[in-house]
T-cell receptor, first 117, second 112 residues
Framework: EAGVAQSPRYKIIEKRQSVAFWCNPI?????LYWYQQILGQGPKLLIQ????????DSQLPKDRFSAERLKGVDSTLKIQPAKLEDSAVYLC???????????????FGPGTRLTVT | KQEVTQIPAALSVPEGENLVLNCSFT??????LQWFRQDPGKGLTSLLL?????REQTSGRLNASLDKSSGRSTLYIAASQPGDSATYLC???????????FGQGTRLTINP
């Protein structure tokens, strides 16, 4: 079974530029999550999708961050314009349908390391 | 608001020792608790998942316990090896929201 795929693995941009990250979840996983992990901290949930609908985006800085999950499979996370404090690892995770009574175990991708200079 | 705390923030021990990592959480309304391992520059690898109705889970040299009433979990690593060096994160899944809340992690170094 293929795992969660993310690209790119690394990205360096200047502040005020824009950047986009891509995630492909495990096949059949309806729920997709984007996390931000700042150096030395635990991951923080940015947005959660159930199929192509948003379940929770309460911690997403909506003035600069946006995310979409067209067709309920792949997802993209965009930052525009980037700030220095956006430097972090962006992790994507997926889990089985939340209504099917599973352990809700989340499987994580390798992450994208973003450096904003 | 659920808060997860991990103590210590960093730990360095000689190879072969048994060790315990601690995790505490403020709200007992959880669905499960997971322990993850994170190597430098890598994503998260799930080590153990304990459902809220369970008391412990074991995998090889790892044993995780859960005391939901006191808001605590421990990860026990037996006979530590240099390859165990990594950051260990615990996270609780909030009941109803299916949202993971993470601790800040314990950076473990096993010295040969």
């Amino acid at each position: 079974e293929a795992g969660v795929a993310q690209s790119p693995r690394y990205k360096i941009i200047e502040k005020r530029q824009s950047v986009a990250f891509w995630c492909n979840p495990i096949s059949g996983h309806a729920t997709l999550y984007w996390y931000q992990q700042i150096l030395g901290q635990g991951p923080k949930l940015l947005i959660q999708f159930q199929n192509n609908g948003v379940v929770d985006d309460s911690q997403l800085p909506k003035d600069r961050f946006s995310a979409e999950r067209l067709k309920g499979v792949d997802s993209t996370l965009k930052i525009q314009p980037a700030k220095l404090e956006d430097s972090a690892v962006y992790l994507c995770a997926s889990s089985l349908d939340r209504w099917r009574g599973s352990s809700y175990e989340q499987y994580f991708g390798p992450g994208t390391r973003l450096t904003v200079t | 608001k659920q808060e997860v705390t991990q103590i210590p923030a960093a730990l360095s021990v000689p190879e072969g020792e048994n060790l315990v990592l601690n995790c505490s959480f403020t709200d007992s309304a959880i669905y499960n608790l997971q322990w993850f391992r994170q190597d430098p520059g890598k994503g998260l690898t799930s080590l153990l998942l304990i459902q809220s109705s369970q008391r412990e889970q074991t995998s090889g040299r790892l044993n995780a316990s859960l005391d939901k009433s006191s808001g605590r979990s421990t990860l026990y690593i037996a006979a530590s090896q240099p390859g165990d060096s990594a950051t260990y994160l615990c996270a609780v899944l909030i009941r109803g929201a299916q949202k993971l809340v993470f601790g800040q992690g314990t950076r473990l170094t096993i010295n040969p």
